[in-house]
């Protein structure tokens, strides 16, 4: 089969299972939601810090990609299809097909939770470009290390808990770099300012998305 039909098959089906069940959008959207207006509740009428606010809506996007995209391959080991998968399709195909499925997801779960974040708690945003670019690498990084570990939570559900001791060390440079470039977003201040976090983000998308290019064959076929 052509790579690019591979891949593009892997996506099409991926779509048509959400579009039935509708799982993995209603989670994401379900626990965001929950999350901010918690957080708009803790936080009350007192203005909080631009730290502080960057800080909510990263952890939010965080914890709520990582619930909703979990069961990207359990599900396929669970509906018996993971084999089909593997008879027809190369891992490469595999894994670039769920990572533009689920990097639609989460565009969307960007999308909707920072304009209900800020809504709910009346930000107004200085450097709209710095913030949208900051939004769009971390949803990247975020994306291809949510991909890259739900295939290992299949493995998890066989050969141990592996997800809970890798999900805070791979994360962690996306929750400190969105934070520190969202911060400098909401008060306005220029690209120059956010140069490292940016570049942080770059770096953290590419390394990810090259090694689960490498190691994703070993993971999906064991």
């Known amino acids: ?68 995209l979990g069961r990207s391959f359990v599900a396929e080991h669970e509906g018996g299809t993971a084999l089909l998968l593997r008879l027809h399709t190369r891992a490469s195909m595999v894994f670039a097909g769920k990572l533009l499925f689920n990097l639609g997801l989460v565009s969307l779960l960007t999308l909707v939770t920072t304009a209900v974040f800020m809504l709910l708690l009346g930000i107004s945003v200085g450097a709209p470009g710095l913030l949208a670019t900051t939004l769009a690498l971390g949803t990247l990084g975020l994306t291809g290390a949510t991909t890259l570990l739900s295939a290992l939570v299949a493995r998890a559900s066989r050969g141990g808990p592996l997800l809970p001791v890798l999900l805070l060390p791979i994360l962690v440079p996306v929750l400190v770099s969105g934070v520190g470039a969202t911060r400098k977003a909401l008060l306005g201040q220029r690209w120059a300012t956010a140069q490292d976090e940016l570049l942080t983000l770059v770096g953290f998308a590419g390394a990810t998305i090259s090694a689960a290019v490498v190691l994703f064959d070993y993971v999906w076929t064991e």
């Not at 593009?8 to 993995?24: C, I, P, Q, S, T």
């Not at 959008?25 to 918690?38: P, R, V």
């Open 1 to 68: 089969m052509d790579w690019l039909a591979g891949t593009w098959a892997v996506f099409r089906k991926d779509l048509r299972v959400e579009l039935r069940n509708r799982y993995a959008a209603n989670t994401l959207l379900l626990f965001a939601l929950a999350a901010l207006l918690l957080v708009a509740f803790a936080v009350g009428p007192q203005p909080a810090s631009a730290r502080m606010r960057a800080a909510l809506l990263w952890i939010v996007l965080l914890f709520a990609a990582s619930i909703g």
